[in-house]
């Protein structure tokens, strides 16, 4: 077959819509793998949280394996530091530079744009799911198949909540103040929002209606007792549909 220079030259037409997202969400996904903060804050410090958790003595987590425990509870946290603090961070400083700008003029569109975060998203969860659970794994860890497939819709439902209030916090304030808010909310909610280890009392009711704290239950839920904590599910249904609401009205491209 002969090549002529007309078959060299690029097609006027643009790839169709579903292709331009995945080639977004490829080229995000590699962004967050290979960036050295982002893996420290997904990978690196929910792993040292999982060893060190388990194999400490404190705080009290009841009776039975403590694995049992941490692992749905890291698990959860994996979701939050890559749908929140991760997205919310790189999304802030895309708009600073003008990127998103940019971005949102090309045949990808914003709401490309936003599919394909999402889904890049969705990709460094399940290296961090793969990642984490073949530690626990290898800490003694042994989730019924059911909790693993009950986890599923929780993961999902909890990615949902956390990326559209990452775009809100991305979205509203410069990026230097997402990026000290964002690192700030992680603490907090590590250390109080009920997301690795169950809080009881006052504090437990609390976290109970937060995003955090219901990631968690749902998490624990799952795959600890093999059952979905309706309730929890129902919190992070409403602040996932606030919070888009909320993103759609006070975003800002620029």
Sequence with gaps: MTITPADLEPSAEAAPPSRR????????????????????????LPALLLVGLTLASVPDL??????????????ALAVLSTAFTGQAISTAFDRRYGVLRLLGTTPLGRDGLLAGRILAVVVVEV???????????????RP???GIV?????????TAAFVALGLLLAGTLRSEAVLAAANLVWVLLVALGGVVVPVHGTLGRIAAVL?????????RAALQDGRLDVAAL?????????????????????
């Excluded at 080639?23 to 982002?38: H, I, K, T, W």
């Excluded at 009841?62 to 698990?75: F, K, S, T, W």
């Excluded at 073949?134 to 003694?140: E, R, S, Y």
């Excluded at 606030?242 to 800002?252: E, G, I, M, N, T």
């Design 21 to 44: 997202v995945l080639s977004q969400a490829r080229f995000d996904a590699r962004v967050l793998l290979r960036n050295g903060e982002q893996l420290l804050l997904t990978i690196v």
């Design 62 to 75: 009841g009776d039975g394996p403590r694995i049992d425990v941490v692992a749905p509870g890291v698990l």
């Design 127 to 141: 290296v961090q799911v793969a990642v984490l659970g073949v530690i626990a794994v290898a800490l003694g860890w």
């Design 144 to 146: 019924e198949p059911l």
């Design 150 to 158: 009950l986890w599923v819709p929780v993961g999902l439902l909890g």
């Design 211 to 219: 995003p955090s704290g219901a990631l968690g239950n749902a998490s």
């Design 234 to 254: 129902g919190v992070l249904a409403l602040w996932a549909a606030a919070a888009s609401l909320a993103a759609v009205r006070w975003f800002r491209w620029e």
